[in-house]
């Protein structure tokens, strides 16, 4: 088995990453599944600091995960560059 293959790439646009492998989408399923289970146990009012705690435990764990399994780093990214078009350049109207 393969331990240094990576399970996300960079966002095109925006920061962050995107799963690429069913490794990269199980750790997203896994993490939604989390996050339903505790909205169903813990959101009565005596539980809230309990649901906060760890549901920002849940996002902390994710964002480690995926930005070690990142092929690359996360940075700001614009989407791809267009490049300008050069058609008409030197041709004179006539």
């Known amino acids: 088995m393969k331990f240094n293959k990576y399970w996300f790439k960079p966002k095109?646009?925006?920061y962050g990453a995107t799963p690429t492998t069913w490794?990269?989408?199980m750790v997203v399923v896994v993490f939604i599944a989390y996050l339903i289970s505790l909205s169903v146990?813990?959101?009565k009012e005596e539980n809230m600091s309990k649901y906060i705690f760890l549901v920002?435990?849940?996002i902390v764990i994710v964002a480690v995960v995926s930005k070690k399994k990142?092929?690359?780093e996360w940075?700001?990214?614009f989407g791809k560059k267009k490049?300008?078009?050069m058609k008409n350049i030197g041709k004179s109207k006539e």
Do not use: H, R
């Open 12 to 14: 095109g646009f925006g």
């Open 23 to 25: 490794e990269g989408w």
């Open 41 to 43: 146990l813990l959101t």
């Open 56 to 58: 920002f435990a849940g």
């Open 70 to 72: 990142t092929e690359g």
């Open 75 to 77: 940075k700001w990214n």
């Open 83 to 85: 490049e300008p078009e």
